[in-house]
């Protein structure tokens, strides 16, 4: 007697498995940034901060220095929107949502990093 490795009320129990997962994924990801501050430095001294729970719209912020860069503030996030830096790993880096994420524009020195809320944990073991 052969017997079928999944039958069809595996696939669809499988099937609803990594449905529900993707939802409670996609439902994380999509949570605003909890009163969090947006730090802004230049060279190591803080130049601004943005409290991003506050902003009801998007805000660019220009920074001067020998590159061109330019911030986008949301509500529940900051990015690089701009940078004339050669290699454009602070545009890439993209949005910035949870307490404890970081950007760096090394050749402009720029960093921002967002502190406060509630941090996200790396990893749990147990």
């Known amino acids: 007697m052969e017997r079928k490795l999944l039958r069809p009320a595996d696939l669809l129990l499988l099937l609803f498995a990594l449905l529900l997962a993707g939802l409670l994924l996609w439902g994380q990801s999509q949570k605003p940034a909890q009163s969090c501050v947006a730090v802004i430095e230049e060279d190591g001294i803080e130049i601004r901060r943005i ?3 506050t902003l009801t719209h998007a805000e660019e912020i220009p920074l001067g220095g020998a590159y ?3 911030l986008l503030a949301e509500p529940g ?10 290699d454009q790993t602070c545009v890439r880096t993209g949005k ?12 402009a020195r720029i960093s921002v990093r967002l502190e406060g809320g509630k941090q996200a944990a790396d990893a749990m073991t147990g």
């Open 77 to 86: 996030s900051i990015s690089f929107q701009y940078s004339s830096c050669p």
């Open 51 to 53: 409290d991003l729970s």
């Open 96 to 107: 910035l949502t949870h307490a404890g994420q970081a950007a760096v524009c090394l050749p």
């Open 68 to 70: 061109d860069i330019v």
